[in-house]
């Protein structure tokens, strides 16, 4: 079975601009995380989403927003990105929303602002 | 808030060595412990976890302890290998209901033959 598949894997954008990323969920997991990971950083959580309402938000500002579709995958949007915007962006997924349910994660999109 | 504290690294160890890496918590109440593994240019990838105090958990020869009287969770191995050279990261997700997961800096290790 296919896991967590993110998309794009690499992007650069500049100041500015917008980006939109793409996770798909492992097959019937119907919940979706986001996290970023800042250089030599851990993740830090962004949002979770379970049947397409957000459960959960991390403390990030108003720029960053997602969605969760009724297959299950997800966006999640940056507006006016800064500099301190690149990373990676993992997105992970678990079968229901409850806290004892191990998370998967993708290999993340990186993101480049110049 | 909840915090997880993670030894710096890099930690350089010659194969077959022990290995200790040392986590600590801060939580209310009694959260879940994990240790995930992330491997150059992946995503990472669920090592080991403990859900209650005293539990063990154990995978691939590596082990952890959930020591709620130390607030500790530190991950051992044997005997390493070349292979396990990645960043390690110790986290905890609070029992609150949603999936937030909070993670330490991470550690990395670098086993020479």
């Not at chain 1, 798909?24 to 959580?45: A, C, D, E, M």
């Amino acid at each position: 079975d296919a896991g967590v598949t993110q998309s794009p894997t690499h992007l650069i954008k500049t100041r500015g601009q917008h980006v939109t990323l793409r996770c798909s969920p492992i097959s019937g997991h119907k919940s979706v995380s986001w996290y970023q990971q800042v250089l030599g950083q851990g993740p830090q959580f962004i949002f979770q989403y379970y049947e397409k309402e957000e459960r959960g938000r991390g403390n990030f500002p108003d720029r960053f927003s997602a969605r969760q579709f009724p297959n299950y995958s997800s966006e999640l949007n940056v507006n006016a990105l800064l500099l301190g915007d690149s990373a990676l962006y993992l997105c992970a997924s678990s079968l229901t929303e409850g806290s004892n349910q191990p998370q998967h994660f993708g290999d993340g999109t990186r993101l480049s602002i110049l | 808030g909840d915090s997880v504290t993670q030894m710096e690294g890099p930690v350089t160890l010659s194969e077959e060595a022990f290995l200790t890496i040392n986590c600590t918590y801060t939580a209310t109440g009694y959260p879940s412990l994990f240790w995930y593994v992330q491997y150059p240019g992946e995503g990472l990838q669920l090592l080991l976890k403990a859900t209650k105090a005293d539990d063990k958990g154990s995978n691939k020869g590596f082990e952890a302890t959930y020591r709620k009287e130390t607030t500790s969770f530190h991950l051992e191995k044997g005997s390493v290998q070349v292979s396990d050279s990645a960043v390690y990261f110790c986290a905890l997700r609070s029992n609150t209901g949603f999936q937030k997961l909070v993670f330490g800096t991470g550690t990395r290790l670098l086993v020479s033959p």
